[in-house]
């Protein structure tokens, strides 16, 4: 019997793997390639994984289930160094130990626990410079993504700690002027590069950031106004061109909100076919400016799809704005439920899909994950639209 | 309530919990390091007024639950009657497990406003 049960596992495994092949083929989608990539990470067939998840991303750069498992997969890669950067903070502690963990971390895009590393390591060291830049970076890119306030003044506090460690430090003290322009703290900005131009009177880079902060207006408010401005505009106060580090973060954080050719039809049929496999009451997709692109309700139980929509649209921006305040991030969804059953909001890029279920039964499990198959089949794996060419600019006079 | 308020932040994952009216006036808060009283009840007031609003456009009024998610964080309201029970939690939580221990509290708040209001 035990025999039995042992042969007929593996056989049940080939013949899921060859099914879930044929998906692949007859049904391409990142849905398809997840599930496949899953199945041989059940199987610890890490390589096939490995696999199958670039090649997905290689067909659907955007979608966020291929990537989530991309990085599942480079921290199981990454498992020996984990092991040994924490045998090392055990063995040999000292800042660089934290800071190496911290890396890694980093690497598999998981900022949060890169911080805690940061943090533990600057519990022992509280003089590590290299420590306090690593946590300002950290916050840095997450600014340049989300623009949450806290992170900027965090960022801000543990680069001035940096330089009041190590004056000399040229990477600390550069960040420092450059996010200090960032924000518009002008002034502030100023005194930095100075000092940094009497050590290195050369440097062409804080040569040009002084010419600039001495050309911007100067403020006086206090860095958390000009932090809470920025913020609230989503846009630095100088162009991010002329910031070498917050530059790379910006146009790493420009891709996912590119223009997406979505293919509406597609999009209709695939909403419409939700609907009816949840028994939803309706569904809708917003575009990123706000019209509806495609929408579904059931005949039996009307609903005024407009004001579904514009129901949705108050859901996402009312509270965005808000949760930006409180450092909570951007909006990515809401969900509501009452005695008429649920009405779910997701955020996609900068679409929106919604749902609203009936009373009984209510089916948000349900909803909720057709929803988002929908989201990652329609928008984020559509391919992404030609940039429209910059209007022709005047050619400054080049004199005779 | 406050002494609700406390235990309920002892869950994992629950960084502070406050009571809110429907017009934003805070009745209790309980809320962790780095909340501030006023940013937390504004976007709670913010979020019942747009549930309500929003559900008023599709013919359906009130709302029992309100889960918000941000990118770092979740807000999330529970109707307790007297007022709405304002919870904020990390992103990562498993929140239909949390959400029971919130209901809890919220039966808790309900039966001490009862006596309270008989008395």
């Known amino acids: 019997m035990l025999d039995n049960a042992k042969r007929e596992k593996p056989v049940k495994t080939r013949k899921l793997e060859k099914a879930l092949l044929k998906a692949c083929k007859s049904a391409p989608g990142p849905s398809a390639v997840e599930a496949l990539a899953e199945h041989y990470l059940r199987c610890y067939k890490f390589d096939k994984a490995r696999e199958a998840v670039e090649d997905g991303l290689l067909r659907y750069p955007e979608s966020q289930k291929l990537r989530l498992l991309e990085r599942r997969i480079k921290r199981t890669d990454l498992y020996g160094d984990f092991l040994k950067a924490n045998n090392e903070i055990t063995a040999n502690p000292s800042p660089d130990a934290h800071a190496n963990l911290a890396a890694l971390y980093r690497a598999v895009g998981d900022i949060d626990k890169a911080l805690d590393a940061c943090a533990r390591g600057l519990a022992a060291y509280a003089d590590s410079v290299r420590l306090y830049l690593n946590v300002a970076e950290l916050r840095i890119r997450r600014f340049a993504k989300n623009f949450m306030p806290k992170d900027a003044v965090i960022a801000l506090a543990n680069l001035e700690k940096a330089v009041s460690l190590n004056e000399n430090d040229y990477a600390v003290s550069i960040l420092l002027a450059e996010f200090y322009l960032a924000i518009g703290a002008s002034e502030a900005a100023i005194g930095i590069l100075k000092k940094i131009l009497v050590t290195s009177p050369a440097d062409e880079h ?46 790493e954080n420009e891709r996912p909100a590119a ?26 997709i917003l575009d990123p400016k706000g019209a509806i692109a495609a929408a579904a309700a059931r005949e039996d139980a009307p609903l005024d799809i407009d004001a579904f929509a514009a129901a949705a649209r108050e859901i996402r921006d009312n509270t965005n704005d808000y949760a930006l305040r409180m450092d909570l991030g951007n909006f990515e969804n809401g969900e509501i439920e009452g005695p008429f059953g649920h009405l779910l909001v997701y955020s996609v890029e900068r679409w929106l899909i919604a749902g609203i279920t009936p009373e009984t039964p209510s089916n948000r499990e349900r909803m909720r994950k057709r929803m988002l198959e929908v989201a990652e089949d329609c928008i984020l794996t559509a391919p992404a639209a030609e940039p429209q060419p910059a209007p022709e600019q005047a050619q400054p006079e080049q004199g005779a | 309530m406050r002494e609700t ?112 209001l008989k008395d």
């Open chain 1, 206 to 251: 804080a040569q040009k950031l002084l010419e600039n902060a001495l050309e911007t207006t100067h403020k006086d408010e206090p860095v958390e106004d000009l932090v809470r401005e920025v913020s609230a505009a989503r846009r630095l106060a100088v162009n991010p061109e002329m910031l070498k580090y917050l530059e790379k973060c910006t146009r």
């Open chain 1, 259 to 284: 223009e997406r050719n979505v293919d509406l039809e597609q999009m209709k049929g695939a909403l419409a076919e939700a609907l009816r496999s949840t028994d939803g009451r309706a569904m809708v």
């Open chain 2, 5 to 116: 308020l406390n235990n309920l932040n002892q869950v994992v994952g629950i960084n502070g919990s406050m009571l809110v009216t429907r017009d934003g006036m805070v009745v209790a808060s309980e809320l962790g390091k780095g909340l501030e009283e006023e940013a937390v009840a504004a976007l709670a007031t913010s979020a019942i007024r747009t549930a309500l609003h929003a559900l008023s456009k599709v013919g359906e009024e009130g709302f029992s639950l309100f889960v918000l998610t941000a990118a770092f964080g979740r807000l999330v309201l529970v109707d307790a009657e007297i007022a709405y029970l304002v919870v904020v939690t990390e992103r990562t939580i498993n929140i239909d497990a949390t959400i029971l221990e919130m209901q809890s509290a919220v039966r808790q708040i309900r039966k001490k406003a009862r006596i309270t």
